[in-house]
């Protein structure tokens, strides 16, 4: 069964890499708009914590780089996660840009209104859904919460410790915890977008809201471990899920400041939504999400990727050790310092102001190579493997970051690979015939973005096999999530530095490796960041929130 889900994992992810060239099942899809699903998923019904909407004083990306001024190790308490919530997921401005996306003319009327937030979502769907499931030993009645990310509150489904349940899902791993941030996924918020892509980008789109939280985790000083390998189904039949339209892809255990868990391996309180007693032991969720679509298709190719991934990890340590990129030979290409002046903005500023470049790019001025050093070192020193899946600390990282210089002041035009240990661009392909712009055009199948206005196109790489072998079939969604959060680490210093940033899918994955020299091996480019500058008289609209 491991090898014919692995089998399955492949034969998607193959899909995706050459869907610029043989589309993904089914063809011909059209999206109906009309027909979508609500952002902001809700549970009518439900009583509802308000909950603080002051925000806290936060440390700059610079500490954050740096480790300095720090604050120091403390436990979690509402107003802090709070904070985190906000400035990760929740609703932070409405915004309203002149760029090139084709829905901007409906943008300003108000039900189609685009409501800013601190974490990047493939299409703007944000299908990651929040719980929060309290023990006894937080500031919070033990129960299950969701967090409504339109209205930042705090909706009570079920009143309880059932903690016990989350925490032997997670096994040792959880500690002694007794209450778990629980992130799931509901796969039509992007698949009646998407359709059978929808996998590829919704676990990515994990990463992303992973790698905000670590970025706050410190800022606030507080813990945060988040756990990827576990097995999904007693927290999906906790919280009421299917497993095939949503599911729970990671756990992250809380521990509160002053709080003292009893762990006796039970957290058996068991109690109903109203907190009347369970009649059995199956103590669920009973408050149904609301769902604004009128149809939901399922689509065979998501489901079989899930089924096969959701399988729990199964690590082998050493197997890892084959996943580390190869070497490159090549005279390295020592990039300047980077700009540490530019990282002085509070990371609470940084979320609430990071955005998608939407083809906004102008040139000249053009990016210079101390800005793109300045991304790519910041980007690639938050990679950290999920604490259960049994891999090391000094286990290699699982991606590589990858430039096409295309605008670059004082770098060559070229491909290269980015060595983060010594901060150095070690070449890895000439400029294309015809000149780096003309063959980033050719391969981006979107209409969104003039490559010719780009400075550069990061792409982050992964040995998607390797790790496969390695871990499981579970190490799709665990590869992944590195590359999601990655990308995000990658949008904060962009937004720092106020160059702007844009990640796409739309790339010929099959060309883009050739032209660094993958062809023939199993490591592959999965997503790409677009630097440049924005110009500076653009139509602009935040309203603050």
Not at 5 to 21: H, L, P, Q
Not at 98 to 104: P, R, T
Not at 454 to 462: D, E, M, N, T, Y
């Amino acid at each position: 069964m491991p090898q014919e889900a692995r089998e399955v994992v492949r034969e998607y992810t193959e899909a995706v890499f050459r869907r610029a060239r043989i589309p993904m099942e089914p063809l011909n899809y059209e999206v109906d708009w009309v027909d979508q699903p609500s952002r902001h998923v809700s549970y009518p019904g439900a009583p509802r914590l308000p909950l603080p909407a002051t925000l806290p004083d936060l440390p700059t990306l610079r500490d954050l780089f740096t480790g300095e001024h720090l604050p120091p190790p403390v436990g979690w308490s509402l107003p802090r996660l709070a904070a985190l919530l906000r400035l990760s997921y929740g609703v932070l401005d409405r915004r309203l840009t002149v760029n090139w996306n084709q829905d901007l003319a409906k943008r300003t009327h108000f039900e189609h209104a685009v409501w800013g937030r601190g974490t990047a979502s493939g299409g703007g769907m944000y299908p990651v859904e929040l719980y929060l499931v309290a023990g006894s030993s937080g500031p919070l009645l033990p129960g299950v919460y969701h967090y409504g990310t339109g209205q930042h509150v705090l909706e009570r489904l079920l009143v309880g410790d059932v903690s016990g349940t989350v925490r032997a899902a997670a096994g040792d791993s959880a500690g002694t915890a007794d209450s778990f941030l629980v992130a799931s996924i509901r796969f039509w918020k992007n698949s009646f977008k998407y359709n059978s892509f929808c996998y590829h980008v919704v676990t990515q789109d994990l990463g992303a809201l992973l790698g905000s939280w670590d970025l706050l985790a410190r800022a606030l000083g507080a813990p945060l471990p988040r756990l990827l390998g576990f097995d999904p189904a007693p927290v999906d039949r906790l919280l009421g899920f299917d497993g095939d339209r949503e599911s729970v892809f990671a756990v992250v255990p809380l521990t509160w400041e002053g709080g003292h868990p009893a762990v006796d391996g039970g957290g058996a309180t068991r109690t109903g939504s109203a907190g009347e007693p369970a009649a059995t032991a199956d103590v669920r969720v009973r408050y149904p999400a609301f769902e604004r679509s009128r149809r939901l298709r399922e689509f065979p190719a998501v489901t079989a990727v899930h089924r096969a991934a959701a399988a729990p990890a199964t690590p082998a340590a050493a197997a890892l050790a084959g996943a580390a990129p190869r070497a490159l030979t090549g005279e390295p290409v020592t990039l300047p310092g980077p700009l540490l002046e530019r990282l002085e903005r509070p990371l609470s500023a940084v979320l609430a102001t990071r955005s998608s470049s939407f083809g906004r790019f102008r040139r000249p001025p053009d990016l210079t190579a101390a800005e793109l050093g300045t991304t790519l070192a910041f980007a690639a020193a938050g990679r950290h493997h999920p604490a259960d899946v049994g891999l090391p600390a000094d286990a290699p990282a699982l991606t590589r970051l990858w430039v096409f210089a295309n605008h670059v002041g004082g770098l060559a035009t070229g491909s290269y690979a980015y060595c983060p240990r010594r901060h150095t661009l070690l070449p890895a392909g000439p400029e294309p015939d015809g000149g780096m712009s003309a063959f980033l055009q050719q391969q981006y199948f979107l209409t969104n973005y003039t490559m010719g206005q780009v400075g550069a196109v990061l792409a982050i790489s992964g040995r998607l096999d390797a790790v496969l072998d390695a871990v499981g079939p579970r190490g799709y969604r665990i590869l992944n999530a590195e590359i999601g959060a990655v990308a995000q680490r990658a949008y904060c210093a962009a937004s720092a530095q106020r160059v702007g940033c844009g990640a796409v899918l739309g790339f010929d994955n099959v060309s883009m490796d050739a032209a660094l020299g993958l062809a023939g091996t199993d490591e592959r480019t999965v997503l790409f960041l677009l630097l440049g500058r924005h110009p500076d008289g653009a139509a602009d609209l935040a309203y603050r929130l």
